[in-house]
């Protein structure tokens, strides 16, 4: 493949970090001189920060997103002998988290207009063991909160909120965080929100859980040298916490410049849409914060998904796949039990879903120039077919 140049980058953090390096610099500096690298006034400070701005009470900062969710389950009382439900065509994390604590996970196959966990799906395999379900909020719009409850409450199940993808997401009038017990996000660099590192936060309005999850992070630690359970280390660095606290006044606005270059996208892409090029479908109006910008090369389309994302590498224009495999089609997981053909919607999108470029700062004409190039590889291809 002739590899050009990248003129249009997947992601673009500079864009983010430029404007308002001098105060990140400084929040780093107030760290180093203050020396409080574990466990300090920036993390608390970001803590409640960020739970107030999920619509939460409180925040317990750890190490990554994965980490959010393996020890949320567990300061939620999840573990051996329950069972989880969760979509099998979410990051790979979500499944780990599950299998970490010890509980059974149960995975179901997903709406593919959306790409969002299908709850019809879930509740055909509810059993008295089932515990919890875990909604992913992928791509940056959230599972719908009200038909969430509904099932939760229909089935007695707890809700645990994978929001990894979704910060200040909003449906139905929630936020993202704040629909279950409790919520994992991850603050990876590329992020909606992201650190200079890993780091992620457990947030819910259970103080219990906040407690028990404070301690879990921190070996088990209820008071100095005093452990109450085997708990890990887990905790979200300082330095990190004091950068996320600086760019969080900021996330509102990058959000919306993501709804604005999905809305844009939308538009331009419409006329591909007779050529099977099929954007996911927003449900959640202005409420979506767009993690990742995914379009559906369907059977209709003359080129295969491989075929354009290749084309468009060419042109220099990079573009991701999420996910390209499943979790129950993972080498990892053939002990889980699952066949190919089990989850075919979520199998057939794998093969469909390729994620533009999306980024606060990607400029109109960016969006321009990568829409212009699929039309131009589409347009190539019919005429190829027209001269057979
Ligand atoms: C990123 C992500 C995670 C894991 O977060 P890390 O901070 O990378 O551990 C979990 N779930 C989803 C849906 C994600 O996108």
């Not at 890993?198 to 301690?215: E, L, N, S, Y």
Request: hydrophobic share 40%; glycine share 8%; net charge negative.
């Amino acid at each position: 493949m002739n590899k050009r140049a990248i003129r249009i980058p997947f992601v673009d953090l500079n864009l983010q970090h430029q404007p308002i390096q001098t105060q990140l610099e400084q929040a780093i500096q107030a760290v180093l001189k203050q020396g409080d690298f574990i466990l300090g006034e920036a993390l608390s400070n970001f803590e409640a920060a960020f739970a107030a701005a999920s619509g939460t009470e409180y925040g317990v900062g750890v190490a990554s997103g994965t980490d959010a969710i393996a020890l949320g389950l567990e300061a939620c009382n999840i573990g051996t002998g329950d069972e989880v439900i969760l979509p099998t065509n979410t990051f790979i994390a979500t499944l780990i988290g599950v299998l970490r604590v010890g509980a059974k996970p149960i995975l179901v196959d997903c709406d593919p207009q959306t790409a969002l966990i299908d709850l019809e799906a879930a509740a055909k395999v509810v059993t008295p063991r089932t515990k919890a379900i875990i909604p992913v909020h992928l791509y940056g719009q959230m599972v719908s909160p009200r038909q969430l409850l509904d099932f939760a409450d229909t089935y007695k199940l707890l809700i645990f909120e994978d929001a990894a993808q979704a910060h200040l997401a909003e449906r139905d009038g929630y936020r993202a965080g704040s629909v279950g017990i409790a919520a994992a996000f991850s603050f990876y660099p590329s992020k909606n929100l992201g650190a200079f590192g890993d780091g992620g936060m457990v947030v819910t309005r259970d103080p219990d859980i906040a407690q028990k999850m404070v301690r879990l992070r921190n070996y088990g630690t209820s008071q100095k040298y005093f452990h109450v359970e085997a708990g890990t280390n887990s905790r979200l660095d300082t330095l990190q916490a004091a950068v996320l606290l600086e760019k969080l006044p900021y996330l509102p606005k990058w959000n919306s410049d993501r709804l604005s270059i999905a809305q844009q996208y939308d538009l331009e892409l419409l006329p591909s849409a007779s050529a099977g090029i099929i954007p996911m479908q927003n449900q959640s109006d202005a409420g979506h914060v767009y993690h990742l910008y995914v379009i559906k090369v369907d059977e209709s389309c003359p080129l295969t998904r491989q075929q354009i994302q290749d084309k468009l590498t060419a042109e220099g224009i990079q573009t991701g796949i999420h996910y390209p495999i499943p979790c129950h089609l993972q080498p990892a997981f053939t002990n889980l039990g699952y066949q190919l053909g089990d989850f075919p919607q979520a199998e057939k999108l794998a093969k469909q879903i390729l994620s533009l470029p999306m980024y606060p700062g990607l400029s109109n004409s960016q969006i321009q120039e990568v829409v212009a190039a699929i039309a131009s590889i589409l347009s190539s291809e019919q005429q190829q077919l027209l001269c057979i």
